[in-house]
């Protein structure tokens, strides 16, 4: 499966923005999909995801401000992000795996990787 990744821009604190992943090659149904993220001097972390099964994961950083979707006839998944500070600041990267996809999931176990796409929150 192939991920181009759009949506990521310079932002005010407190503001938003919506990240898109879309998917070519393969139905994204059928795989664990989400996104990590990488800040300067950082190792990439999970922020969110959504299984196979729709189970929905966000980790604790972001929880109550980003809200993960996908539309299945689009074969795109998003990443609505409020509320931002400085600390949201990275390289945002959207995945997905054939298997599994939650918040123990370190990058090295992800399959298929989009481009990044930069988020800058000015403060």
């Known amino acids: 499966v192939q991920l181009q990744a759009?949506?990521?821009?310079?932002?005010?604190?407190?503001?938003?923005?919506?990240?898109?992943?879309?998917a070519s090659g393969r139905t994204l149904s059928t795989y664990a999909v989400g996104w990590f993220r990488q800040a300067p001097g950082k190792?990439?972390?999970?922020?969110?995801?959504?299984t196979r099964y729709v189970r929905?994961?966000?980790?604790?950083?972001?929880?109550?401000?980003?809200?993960i979707s996908r539309d299945n006839a689009k074969n795109t998944v998003y990443l609505q992000m409020n509320s931002l500070n400085a600390e949201d600041t990275a390289v945002y990267y959207c995945a997905a795996d054939a298997s599994y996809m939650g918040l123990d999931t370190t990058w090295h176990e992800i399959e298929y990787w989009g481009q990044g796409t930069l988020v800058t929150v000015s403060s």
Request: aromatic share 14%.
């Open 56 to 67: 929905y994961y966000y980790a604790d950083s972001v929880k109550g401000r980003f809200t």
């Open 6 to 22: 759009s949506g990521g821009g310079l932002v005010q604190a407190g503001g938003s923005l919506r990240l898109s992943c879309a």
């Open 43 to 50: 190792e990439r972390e999970f922020v969110s995801s959504i």
